[in-house]
């Protein structure tokens, strides 16, 4: 959407324009957003009570603006309320005002369909028997294409690439929130075990809803080991940590506090929230950041929901612009991204792991994921964060038709996927061993269903993998084929090559075609 200022006298015109295919609706019966034949009154005013007709766009005929399939059936059989019998709001002058307002005709033979294809399975890709044992350096120099260089790796070593670095799971340097080792304070990193054969360096993931969260001050010895003191890594005042010396050497990481996402949507200033992007994306460069794990944009459905806070809206609209105005500001910066979570319908903070959302199509694609289709196709995040809950019975984090077929056959997403922490790793720790109505999440499935990267990542994550490719006979419905696999890996290994983990990174919007681009990523290079 697209505005307009001028100055005329002491009065400001502002002028609004939308896409005609906006005012389309979801029919689950058609599978497709389309645009009803009828009367459509455009309004303008300060508040929903306080607004007055200023135009009306007549359709003659119904018509398919994208077709695609229903993707989110629900095996429960849901109630919907109805506004049957109900009579909408009016106020005295409606009836006037639509019958006077000026009319703008369409046609619906002239509005043009989208029809979405959707993959069928990922290929394998097979080392072509070449002596040279491919790089990173190799791949983005244009040597060795993305294909040949994943198609040398083992299944291990894929494995490896789709799991986090925190190996030993909870540990006693590791706490949630404050996991990698390498920028303390961050969440995560992404193995680094192919570092010294393949060049593959590491990306650090940093959380934080209202700006970078990381260690303010952390110590390190004269030769760089970092101190550590009991379970966390030492941020704590000099003399006070046993094991710090004479020659420790003190560093520190203040970030700008950036205002939470409901106070920032309350300005409707896209300009202002791309500032705010920019400033974490200034200080991700500073730190070695690679990924922020945000913004947060679930829709506000209940306000007693624990994170609220952090995100922008009951709108999905406004969620959506917001989400793509933040990530412009931060993706500004050579080779650093958002991940906008929780994908999807993370409504609450009680029992979120194991809960599950029963949700009809149309108010999924109407409400729910409006917002992350609008950043997709605006902003191209570098990465999705799903989300701890099911949705209509299947895990987010194992939902094939959310990650593939919605947010990349549909919208043209062309970054990695990740699991929220510990989404697919024993909860007991966290949480005790109660007994759920649901199991965790899949390891395997979760590559089957195309989320890319398990975090903070366990060796169990990673031998599951390697089990359900090398022995799919044991498997079952867990089995994994190579290209699968594959797939998943190289998703994220594109993305590391695009990063600031390498010099001479450009910011990632501007990358498309700069590198050879995994397959059927054609949509996404639109953007």
């Given at each position: 959407?697209?505005?307009?200022?001028?100055?005329?006298?002491?009065?400001?015109?502002?002028?609004?324009?939308?896409?005609?295919?906006?005012?389309?609706?979801?029919?689950?019966?058609?599978?497709?957003?389309?645009?009803?034949?009828?009367?459509?009154?455009?309004?303008?005013?300060?508040?929903?009570?306080?607004?007055?007709?200023?135009?009306?766009?007549?359709?003659?005929?119904?018509?398919?603006?994208?077709?695609?399939?229903?993707?989110?059936?629900?095996?429960?059989?849901?109630?919907?309320?109805?506004?049957?019998?109900?009579?909408?709001?009016?106020?005295?002058?409606?009836?006037?005002?639509?019958?006077?307002?000026?009319?703008?005709?369409?046609?619906?033979?002239?509005?043009?369909?989208?029809?979405?294809?959707?993959?069928?399975?990922?290929?394998?890709?097979?080392?072509?028997?070449?002596?040279?044992?491919?790089?990173?350096?190799?791949?983005?120099?244009?040597?060795?294409?993305?294909?040949?260089?994943?198609?040398?790796?083992?299944?291990?070593?894929?494995?490896?690439?789709?799991?986090?670095?925190?190996?030993?799971?909870?540990?006693?340097?590791?706490?949630?929130?404050?996991?990698?080792?390498?920028?303390?304070?961050?969440?995560?990193?992404?193995?680094?075990?192919?570092?010294?054969?393949?060049?593959?360096?590491?990306?650090?993931?940093?959380?934080?809803?209202?700006?970078?969260?990381?260690?303010?001050?952390?110590?390190?010895?004269?030769?760089?080991?970092?101190?550590?003191?009991?379970?966390?890594?030492?941020?704590?005042?000099?003399?006070?940590?046993?094991?710090?010396?004479?020659?420790?050497?003190?560093?520190?990481?203040?970030?700008?506090?950036?205002?939470?996402?409901?106070?920032?949507?309350?300005?409707?200033?896209?300009?202002?929230?791309?500032?705010?992007?920019?400033?974490?994306?200034?200080?991700?460069?500073?730190?070695?950041?690679?990924?922020?794990?945000?913004?947060?944009?679930?829709?506000?459905?209940?306000?007693?929901?624990?994170?609220?806070?952090?995100?922008?809206?009951?709108?999905?609209?406004?969620?959506?612009?917001?989400?793509?105005?933040?990530?412009?500001?931060?993706?500004?910066?050579?080779?650093?991204?958002?991940?906008?979570?929780?994908?999807?319908?993370?409504?609450?903070?009680?029992?979120?792991?194991?809960?599950?959302?029963?949700?009809?199509?149309?108010?999924?694609?109407?409400?729910?994921?409006?917002?992350?289709?609008?950043?997709?196709?605006?902003?191209?995040?570098?990465?999705?964060?799903?989300?701890?809950?099911?949705?209509?019975?299947?895990?987010?984090?194992?939902?094939?038709?959310?990650?593939?077929?919605?947010?990349?056959?549909?919208?043209?997403?062309?970054?990695?996927?990740?699991?929220?922490?510990?989404?697919?790793?024993?909860?007991?720790?966290?949480?005790?061993?109660?007994?759920?109505?649901?199991?965790?999440?899949?390891?395997?499935?979760?590559?089957?269903?195309?989320?890319?990267?398990?975090?903070?990542?366990?060796?169990?994550?990673?031998?599951?993998?390697?089990?359900?490719?090398?022995?799919p006979e044991k498997a079952g419905e867990e089995a994994l084929t190579l290209g699968e696999?594959?797939?998943?890996?190289?998703?994220?290994?594109?993305?590391?090559?695009?990063?600031?983990?390498?010099?001479?990174?450009?910011?990632?919007?501007?990358?498309?075609?700069?590198?050879?681009?995994?397959?059927?990523?054609?949509?996404?290079?639109?953007?």
């Amino acid at each position: 959407m697209g505005k307009r200022r001028c100055w005329s006298r002491g009065s400001q015109l502002l002028t609004i324009s939308f896409p005609t295919a906006s005012m389309a609706s979801y029919s689950e019966a058609k599978a497709a957003w389309v645009l009803e034949a009828g009367t459509y009154y455009i309004r303008v005013g300060n508040s929903s009570r306080n607004t007055h007709i200023a135009a009306a766009v007549c359709l003659d005929e119904d018509a398919v603006t994208v077709q695609l399939k229903n993707l989110f059936r629900d095996e429960e059989p849901l109630q919907e309320l109805s506004a049957e019998g109900a009579a909408a709001w009016t106020y005295d002058g409606e009836a006037q005002e639509k019958e006077a307002a000026p009319k703008i005709y369409l046609h619906g033979a002239d509005i043009e369909t989208e029809t979405v294809t959707y993959r069928e399975s990922e290929p394998v890709w097979r080392d072509k028997g070449t002596v040279t044992a491919w790089t990173m350096d190799d791949v983005r120099s244009g040597k060795a294409s993305l294909e040949e260089f994943t198609a040398q790796l083992t299944v291990r070593e894929l494995a490896e690439i789709c799991v986090g670095s925190a190996r030993g799971g909870q540990g006693t340097d590791t706490v949630i929130g404050s996991a990698s080792a390498l920028v303390p304070g961050a969440a995560g990193d992404t193995t680094s075990l192919l570092l010294e054969d393949r060049n593959v360096k590491n990306m650090i993931l940093a959380d934080g809803p209202a700006g970078l969260r990381l260690n303010p001050h952390f110590a390190t010895t004269a030769d760089g080991r970092l101190l550590v003191s009991g379970d966390t890594i030492s941020g704590i005042p000099m003399g006070e940590d046993p094991e710090r010396t004479a020659d420790a050497v003190d560093y520190y990481q203040y970030c700008t506090a950036i205002p939470v996402a409901t106070l920032l949507a309350q300005s409707w200033d896209m300009e202002l929230i791309e500032k705010a992007g920019r400033i974490v994306g200034r200080e991700m460069e500073e730190f070695h950041v690679t990924l922020w794990l945000a913004p947060g944009m679930n829709i506000h459905r209940n306000p007693l929901c624990g994170r609220n806070f952090e995100y922008y809206s009951e709108d999905p609209l406004l969620t959506g612009m917001c989400a793509a105005a933040d990530t412009k500001g931060v993706q500004s910066r050579p080779g650093i991204g958002t991940t906008i979570k929780h994908f999807a319908a993370n409504s609450q903070e009680d029992n979120r792991m194991f809960s599950n959302a029963h949700i009809s199509e149309r108010a999924l694609r109407e409400i729910y994921l409006k917002g992350f289709e609008i950043t997709v196709k605006t902003s191209q995040p570098m990465s999705i964060m799903s989300s701890y809950n099911l949705l209509n019975g299947t895990h987010t984090a194992n939902h094939y038709d959310l990650l593939t077929s919605a947010a990349r056959d549909e919208w043209g997403f062309a970054g990695l996927v990740m699991t929220d922490w510990f989404t697919s790793q024993d909860p007991s720790f966290m949480f005790g061993a109660a007994v759920h109505k649901y199991p965790i999440s899949s390891s395997p499935l979760c590559i089957k269903a195309g989320n890319d990267l398990q975090m903070p990542g366990c060796q169990k994550n990673v031998d599951d993998i390697v089990e359900a490719v090398e022995h799919p006979e044991k498997a079952g419905e867990e089995a994994l084929t190579l290209g699968e696999l594959q797939a998943c890996a190289a998703r994220i290994l594109n993305v590391i090559a695009r990063s600031s983990c390498y010099e001479g990174s450009a910011p990632y919007g501007e990358q498309f075609g700069e590198l050879p681009w995994i397959g059927r990523c054609e949509r996404g290079e639109k953007f």
